[in-house]
């Protein structure tokens, strides 16, 4: 079984948090779901430079302040993914390019239970929703 070492990135603006939603997959439990974007740590890598790299490579996004938040263990059917989530700024909001994701929403904490995310992202969500100063 494949095992998976992935960081992703909460972005905050204001007191919204982006939220994008992937492409089709052959693994349809997480075809189309709503992610926080980030990618596979490649050897040599610190799990926030991954990071640094695959928001550049997606969104062209540059992030900074990277605060860490969150590791989730999750197992799907057909692998297994270790995910670091860090939270952070985006320098230039307004360059964003949606490289591989299909669509993005800025939405409040109190909001983001109207996705439907890929499910090791729900301890991430569940975190955000319970925590007032997170
Ligand atoms: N980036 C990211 N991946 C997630 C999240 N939740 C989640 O289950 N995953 C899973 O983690 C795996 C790795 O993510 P990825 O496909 O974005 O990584 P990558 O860009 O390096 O992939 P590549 O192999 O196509 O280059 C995927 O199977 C994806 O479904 C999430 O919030 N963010």
């Given amino acids: 079984m494949k095992h998976y070492f992935v960081s992703a990135a ?3 603006v204001m007191d919204k948090i982006l939220c994008f939603q992937r ?3 052959k693994y349809e439990y997480v075809s189309l ?3 926080f ?3 596979k740590i490649e050897e040599g890598e610190s799990p926030e430079e991954a990071l640094v790299r695959e928001i550049k490579e997606e969104l062209n996004l540059v992030i900074t302040n990277l605060i860490y938040f969150q590791t ?3 197992q799907y059917p057909d692998f297994k ?3 670091h989530a860090f939270k952070c700024k985006a320098e230039n909001l307004e360059d964003i390019q949606l490289n591989e994701h299909l669509n993005y929403f800025q939405l409040t904490k109190s909001e983001l239970l109207s996705l439907d995310w890929a499910a090791a992202d ?3 969500v569940d975190k955000l929703i ?3 100063n997170a």
């Fill in 33 to 35: 779901k709503y992610e």
């Fill in 23 to 25: 492409g089709p997959s």
């Fill in 81 to 83: 993914i270790t995910m």
């Fill in 130 to 132: 319970s925590s007032s």
């Fill in 10 to 12: 909460i972005i905050q």
């Fill in 72 to 74: 989730v263990e999750h």
């Fill in 37 to 39: 974007p980030g990618g």
């Fill in 122 to 124: 729900i301890p991430f």
